[in-house]
T-cell receptor, first 111, second 114 residues
Framework: DQQVKQNSPSLSVQEGRISILNCDYT??????FLWYKKYPAEGPTFLIS?????DKNEDGRFTVFLNKSAKHLSLHIVPSQPGDSAVYFC??????????FGTGTSLTVIP | DAGVIQSPRHEVTEMGQEVTLRCKPI?????LFWYRQTMMRGLELLIY????????DSGMPEDRFSAKMPNASFSTLKIQPSEPRDSAVYFC????????????FGSGTQLSVL
């Protein structure tokens, strides 16, 4: 059963606008959440993470928000750039073991 | 560091053949994971090792799949016999167990079973 879900398979955004990618999880034991970015023919690369003791973490143009009561997290990219076009995976873990990933959201940033 | 190294990058084989995928984790990382990427399930965890010991193999789809980690610098994922539905991209990832902060992925093996 899928413990981490990304319900939007794809998203298109104009360059310069905000991209919002969403992720839901079912296991309340998860205490650490990550976002990975994947280009074609490459492995996923780490983008940003957040611990369950926080509700927001920011790194440059990327911000992750965590809503524990809703078991929901989101990734905001502002401003979006064409180079951000990739597949984004949400992941969750507990005690640093067994990282569970979602199905991914393909982001296209239109110049 | 060279990162996580996987081989081969591409593998094309015929149904019924044995397939072996290889992975070299980042030096010093003590946990290693095998994932399979499919459209339906995204990145699906197959098995993970901690200090060369398999901890959880509940994600391995069936007995045709097996994985080993004979030492800290090498792991294999074997499919015998292979079937067309095994076609996918297989990723290996490793993590520094002292921090458990993030997985580092290899470039993957694109497997096609005809």
């Amino acid at each position: 059963d899928q413990q981490v879900k990304q319900n939007s398979p794809s998203l298109s955004v104009q360059e310069g606008r905000i991209s919002i990618l969403n992720c839901d999880y079912t296991n309340s034991m998860f205490d650490y959440f990550l976002w990975y970015k994947k280009y074609p023919a490459e492995g996923p690369t780490f983008l940003i993470s957040i611990s369950s003791i926080k509700d927001k973490n920011e790194d440059g143009r990327f911000t992750v928000f965590l809503n524990k009561s809703a078991k929901h997290l989101s990734l905001h990219i502002v401003p979006s750039q064409p180079g951000d076009s990739a597949v984004y995976f949400c992941a969750a873990s507990y005690s640093g073991n067994q990282f569970y990933f979602g199905t991914g959201t393909s982001l296209t940033v239109i110049p | 560091d060279a990162g996580v190294i996987q081989s081969p990058r591409h593998e094309v084989t015929e149904m019924g053949q044995e397939v072996t995928l290889r992975c070299k984790p980042i030096s010093g990382h003590n946990s290693l994971f095998w994932y399979r990427q499919t459209m339906m399930r995204g990145l699906e965890l197959l098995i993970y090792f901690n200090n060369n010991v398999p901890i959880d193999d509940s994600g391995m789809p069936e007995d045709r799949f097996s994985a080993k980690m004979p030492n800290a610098s090498f792991s294999t994922l074997k499919i015998q016999p292979s079937e067309p539905r095994d076609s996918a991209v297989y990723f290996c990832a490793s993590i520094d167990g002292s921090t458990n902060e993030k997985l580092f992925f290899g470039s993957g093996t694109q497997l096609s079973v005809l």
